[in-house]
């Protein structure tokens, strides 16, 4: 009889030795959550294809920010859905647009004690649906940093903390940083969809913030998901532009870029579990084909173990509910 020289199961053999062998920890502090609030809306608005996600009224956002803090979350991420949309997506840098009113009413009631994150971007304000400002049937990257550099502002007139900039517009962080700086924001950080890749997963979300491109698409100007050398490229540009934290989006299909943003670059790195891969969860659970509770736990310790220090997920509050019990 021949003894295995290595028994790796001699370290599986109780849950107590499998904690302490336990390589990679996810708690509520590692997680963002997203945030929609929707102008003129009297009562919350369930999102058909996410469930359980829905959108606010300004009136709503106290209490679910509230909720969010007590769960232990440390941040969320704000975006707004305006009543208004022209081509230049005025609404999105309104000092009194929706999502300035729900930052500065956070502000107000939470102070410091939540992080205050919000996308700066122009597809949920534009008549076109597009991230950027359109010239005839191109989008127009100078003009659009402009703009973006605009949102930023007025969200940090807000007192918002993060601004997280979702347009890939080329020159958005260095624009962005400059606006800033030049208004005294230099506190203001940016956390950038530094490499968002063109993809099926964001469909829900369209649903969710209406925003869905009314001609073309958006492979311009997000990177195509068969290039790893490009996404690199995008990262280091942002950091070569003054970036404070990248982000890798969406996660799940792109481990591979966390991992390896993690490897050659030292900043904070977030990745964004994004709405496809929440309501292929949520549609198999209700089905009972998955268990919910162990596939978030698995697919949100698999993005933290391959190199991600933060998520945003849709699924904040139900993981920091069962990590909180656990
Ligand atoms: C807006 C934006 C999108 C997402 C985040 N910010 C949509 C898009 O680019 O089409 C997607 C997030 C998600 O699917 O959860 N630019």
Request: charged letters at 25%; hydrophobic letters at 40%; one cysteine or more.
């Amino acid at each position: 009889m021949s003894f295995p020289t290595r028994r790796l199961r001699r370290l599986r053999t109780s849950a107590k030795m499998r904690e302490l062998i336990q390589e990679t920890s996810l708690s509520p502090r590692d997680l963002i959550c997203p945030v929609f609030v929707q102008e003129d809306l009297k009562t919350r608005i369930k999102v058909e294809s996410m469930s359980e996600i829905e959108r606010l009224p300004l009136d709503d956002i106290n209490d679910e920010v509230g909720a969010i803090s007590d769960l232990g979350i440390p941040a969320i991420m704000v975006f707004g859905i305006p009543s208004k949309k022209d081509d230049k997506g005025t609404s999105a840098f309104d000092d009194n647009g929706i999502v300035q009113k729900a930052i500065s009413q956070i502000r107000k009631n939470f102070g410091d004690k939540m992080v205050i994150m919000a996308d700066v971007c122009l597809c949920q304000y534009t008549s076109t649906g597009h991230c950027g400002i359109t010239q005839g049937n191109k989008i127009d990257n100078d003009t659009s940093l402009d703009i973006l550099a605009r949102i930023a502002v007025s969200q940090a007139k807000a007192g918002v903390d993060t601004v997280s900039p979702s347009a890939m517009m080329d020159g958005q962080v260095a624009a962005i940083r400059k606006a800033l700086d030049v208004e005294g924001f230099t506190d203001v950080s940016i956390m950038s969809h530094s490499a968002k890749h063109r993809s099926s997963f964001y469909s829900p979300f369209r649903d969710a913030a209406e925003c869905a491109p009314k001609f073309g698409d958006r492979k311009t100007y997000q990177v195509p998901f068969t290039n790893a050398r490009e996404a690199m490229m995008e990262v280091e540009t942002d950091i070569k532009e003054g970036v404070d934290i990248v982000m890798i989006k969406p996660a799940l299909s792109y481990l591979d870029l966390i991992a390896e943003t993690r490897r050659r670059f030292n900043l904070p790195v977030a990745a964004y579990s994004v709405s496809g891969e929440y309501a292929l969860v949520k549609g198999a659970a209700m089905q009972g084909w998955v268990d919910e509770k162990e596939i978030t736990e698995e697919i949100l310790y698999s993005i933290k173990r391959a190199g991600a220090d933060m998520i945003v997920t849709y699924f904040a509050k139900s993981a920091a509910k069962f990590l909180q019990q656990s």
